[in-house]
């Protein structure tokens, strides 16, 4: 049996680590002043942006603790795999917060429906652009790791997401101002409200492929079998299975039937080599098997 243990550049969650410090400490430090204004202005665009914003210092704050724990070693002894699905974990729950938050906004603005809202359009307006500064900061810092990690790509959702907000909220600003229409805050808010949610479902469906042990984007088990069955001295190949462990780790185990005569470790290195270059995959655990072998046969499963 072989398998490939080496992970090429590193944990990509932990090689980027770094940007969702910077973001985390600027959405943080945003998220008391919008909350006050909001409060303070009565707009429920604002309130619900610094809810929406809450939310990223939460999910911001998931995903630095996750990319610590991914990377701590196991002392345990039972988990063989490390704990690198915290940070899938950690996306999950950035799923969760933003439907939560959509949820409330939602909510709110329909039981608003009808009534006379007092707005301040002028702090709304303040708050609003600055919020779209920070989000703007945070979003060019998070979209450098949001191809590579899952837990990153959360975050980066999430300011995204919180941007899309803060031009509601400068829009909300704008038409209460020029029109003098309390309700345009209300209108803007539910529209902020079902964009988060749209963002929430994109990546719950990402989330629950790695959970669920789907085969990563871009790779072709078809493709894959083919590829292996090159290899000099393979006859056959079964029990082929790729799945995702964390962002930017693919882990694959695979069943080889030899020729026979054929090297049985020169096919080992062979095939691992090819997994790893071809199809980006660095931990392959691959058994290799005689013709005559029916251990297959009598598994269960």
Same mark, same amino acid.
């Given at each position: 049996?072989?398998?490939?243990?080496?992970?090429?550049?590193?944990?990509?969650?932990?090689?980027?680590?770094?940007?969702?410090?910077?973001?985390?400490?600027?959405?943080?430090?945003?998220?008391?002043?919008?909350?006050?204004?909001? +409060?303070?202005?009565?707009?429920?665009? +604002?309130?619900?942006?610094?809810?929406? #914003?809450?939310?990223?210092?939460?999910?911001?704050?998931?995903?630095?603790?996750?990319?610590?724990?991914?990377?701590?070693?196991?002392?345990?002894?039972?988990?063989?795999?490390?704990?690198?699905?915290?940070?899938?974990?950690?996306?999950?729950?950035?799923?969760?917060? #933003?439907?939560?938050?959509?949820?409330?906004?939602?909510?709110?603005?329909?039981?608003?429906?009808?009534?006379?809202?007092?707005?301040?359009?002028?702090?709304?307006?303040?708050?609003?652009?600055?919020?779209?500064?920070?989000?703007?900061?945070?979003?060019?810092?998070?979209?450098?790791?949001?191809?590579?990690?899952?837990?990153?790509?959360?975050?980066?959702?999430?300011?995204?997401?919180?941007?899309?907000?803060?031009?509601?909220?400068?829009?909300?600003?704008?038409?209460?101002?020029?029109?003098?229409?309390?309700?345009?805050?209300?209108?803007?808010?539910?529209?902020?409200?079902?964009?988060?949610?749209?963002?929430?479902?994109?990546?719950?469906?990402?989330?629950?492929?790695? +959970?669920?042990?789907?085969?990563?984007?871009?790779?072709?088990?078809?493709?894959?079998?083919?590829?292996?069955?090159?290899?000099?001295?393979?006859?056959?190949?079964?029990?082929?299975?790729?799945?995702?462990?964390?962002?930017? #780790?693919?882990?694959?185990?695979?069943?080889?039937?030899?020729?026979?005569?054929?090297?049985?470790?020169?096919?080992?290195?062979?095939?691992?080599?090819?997994?790893?270059?071809?199809?980006?995959?660095?931990?392959?655990?691959?058994?290799?098997?005689?013709?005559?072998?029916?251990?297959?046969?009598?598994?269960?499963?």
């Amino acid at each position: 049996m072989g398998a490939g243990h080496s992970h090429g550049g590193g944990h990509a969650g932990a090689r980027h680590r770094w940007r969702l410090v910077v973001a985390f400490g600027l959405v943080g430090s945003f998220f008391v002043v919008e909350l006050v204004v909001g +409060l303070v202005s009565g707009s429920l665009a +604002l309130i619900s942006d610094a809810g929406h #914003m809450a939310a990223d210092v939460v999910a911001l704050g998931a995903a630095l603790a996750a990319t610590k724990i991914a990377t701590r070693p196991d002392r345990t002894g039972r988990r063989t795999y490390g704990s690198y699905r915290a940070e899938i974990f950690a996306s999950g729950l950035t799923v969760l917060i #933003m439907l939560g938050v959509s949820a409330y906004v939602v909510i709110e603005a329909l039981s608003r429906i009808g009534d006379e809202v007092e707005i301040q359009a002028g702090p709304v307006l303040i708050v609003g652009a600055i919020g779209l500064l920070i989000n703007v900061i945070s979003i060019l810092l998070l979209r450098g790791g949001s191809e590579e990690s899952l837990n990153i790509k959360g975050a980066y959702y999430e300011v995204v997401a919180d941007a899309a907000g803060s031009v509601g909220v400068i829009l909300a600003g704008l038409l209460v101002a020029t029109t003098g229409q309390g309700w345009w805050d209300t209108v803007v808010a539910l529209a902020i409200g079902i964009f988060v949610a749209v963002r929430a479902v994109v990546l719950g469906r990402e989330v629950l492929a790695v +959970l669920g042990q789907h085969v990563p984007d871009g790779v072709q088990l078809d493709d894959v079998v083919q590829d292996l069955e090159t290899v000099p001295g393979v006859a056959d190949v079964h029990d082929l299975h790729v799945w995702t462990l964390t962002s930017g #780790m693919f882990v694959a185990t695979a069943h080889l039937v030899v020729e026979d005569g054929a090297s049985g470790q020169s096919v080992l290195d062979e095939a691992r080599s090819l997994m790893r270059t071809k199809h980006h995959i660095e931990h392959a655990t691959l058994q290799v098997e005689s013709r005559a072998s029916k251990a297959c046969d009598e598994a269960t499963w």
